[in-house]
């Protein structure tokens, strides 16, 4: 079984500070993938990264940046200089190709609200 | 093409009818994913076709709900007998049946409302 667990539900700061989203995972499977969506009032879900279980290497977008560690079944989300516009619901997921279907395993999601 | 493509986005319908929602993926996507996300929680699996085959139902899935794809695009879920446990946002992905392609498109949802 998959789970996603994502203890933080709601986070507030004012602008520009930074910002750490947790993500914790559970699989059995040894290959795997690993998201962050962003889900704004408009409620589509917004792609911002994927990261397959070989590849440990942080990655730095922009002002996003991403912790994977194995280890500690964690790939936690960085928001740095915190915008009003980052204010979303962000939630982390998992799929394993191991099953025909692909799905991913959702967390219940973070709120973040960015304060001017 | 301009993404996932969901209707209605929002419909209002009493306990005990029937509704269906349509999603139009991305055109050259083989693999369509249906999923409800009721507030405050992720989204979860209903559901996936690749081409018009549908190879997977979850639980979740009960037997008043039913999927179609069937010309392997536009995609129809319905619910028969709505009841107000229905309530939710029903989520529509499209992608790529590749391993080098592993993203997720998906759509703004069509939220149901059972009163």
């Known amino acids: 079984a998959q789970k996603v667990t994502q203890a933080q539900t709601e986070i507030s700061v004012v602008e520009k500070e930074d910002v750490t989203l947790d993500c914790v995972y559970e699989?059995?499977?040894?290959?795997?993938?690993l998201f962050w969506y962003k889900q704004p009032p408009s409620g589509e879900l917004v792609f911002l990264i994927r990261r397959n279980s070989f590849d440990e290497q942080n990655e730095i977008s922009g002002r996003y940046s991403w912790n994977f560690q194995k280890s500690t079944s964690s790939f936690n989300f960085t928001i740095t200089a915190s915008q009003v516009v980052d204010s979303a619901v962000y939630f982390c997921?998992?799929?394993?190709?191991?099953?025909?279907?692909?799905?991913?395993?959702f967390g219940s999601g973070t709120q973040l609200t960015v304060l001017p | 093409d301009t993404g996932v493509s969901q209707d209605p986005r929002h419909k209002i319908t009493k306990r005990g009818q029937n509704v269906t929602f349509r999603c139009d993926p991305i055109s050259e996507h083989n693999r369509l994913y249906w999923y409800r996300q009721t507030l405050g929680q992720g989204p979860e699996f209903l559901t996936y076709?690749?081409?018009?085959?549908?190879?997977?139902k979850s639980r979740l899935l009960s037997d008043r709900f039913s999927a179609e794809r069937p010309k392997g695009s536009f995609s129809t879920l319905e619910i028969q007998r709505t009841e107000q446990g229905d309530s939710a946002m029903y989520l529509c992905a499209s992608s790529l049946a590749t391993d080098r392609d592993y993203g997720y498109t998906f759509g703004s949802g069509t939220r149901l409302t059972v009163v």
């Open positions: 699989t059995r499977d040894t290959t795997y993938y």
């Open positions: 997921a998992l799929s394993a190709p191991s099953g025909s279907a692909r799905q991913l395993t």
């Open positions: 076709f690749q081409n018009e085959a549908q190879l997977e």
